[in-house]
């Protein structure tokens, strides 16, 4: 069993050298639920299931025992991940750009590449970032080649197939309270 800081990651990648952790304060909120999630229920219902199966006698070949003690060593390393990113966490409100065109932290963007293709983004923090959402985190190529790009402008892309010149079509932002 590796026990190390690069299995506490959760998946997410590092943040790079000498930046901050950006949030949205939604994403925050998620974050500190999760947390706390963890501190007040999951982990002592599974210590009272550890501790149940391990009054049942043998536990090499006790599967609640066994399930249950990976299940903590989980449990744990998620809580001292969420809480040290949330001890370094950033809280950046994108509604105070609301109707700004120029492109910062917290975004909505429509963009158009060479092909035609329009696409849709939100950028946002690394920890709350979700692809499959049509969110990117704001380290990601494509959130540094639109960060502080305004509506109108072609900015450039480096992706693994070359420099591509994608369109700012649309910029948007949540209003306040939201």
């Known amino acids: 069993m590796r026990d190390t800081d690069e299995d506490e990651d959760g998946g997410l990648p590092p ?23 963890l501190i007040d229920d999951e982990r002592p219902r599974i210590v009272d299931i550890v501790h149940w199966a391990a009054s049942n006698g043998d536990r090499s070949e006790n599967g609640d025992y066994l ?28 509604s105070v ?20 293709v329009q696409r849709s983004i939100t950028i946002l923090g690394i920890d709350e970032a979700d692809s499959l959402q049509a969110q990117v985190s704001w380290v990601s190529p494509i959130a540094r080649a639109l960060l502080k790009a305004r509506v109108g402008d072609v900015v450039k892309l480096v992706t693994p197939a070359g420099v591509q010149e994608v369109e ?11």
């Open 15 to 37: 943040l790079p050298a000498g930046s901050k952790n950006y949030i949205t304060p939604s994403g925050y909120a998620r974050l500190k639920a999760e947390l706390l999630a």
């Open 97 to 116: 750009h609301h109707g700004s065109d120029q492109i910062f932290f917290g975004a909505t963007v429509r963009y158009e590449d060479e092909q035609g």
């Open 168 to 178: 700012v079509l649309e910029v948007s932002y949540p209003s306040s309270g939201v």
């Open 67 to 94: 399930y249950g003690k990976k299940r903590l060593r989980e449990i744990d390393r998620r809580i001292r991940f969420l809480t040290r990113r949330l001890e370094i966490a950033e809280i950046t409100d994108p």
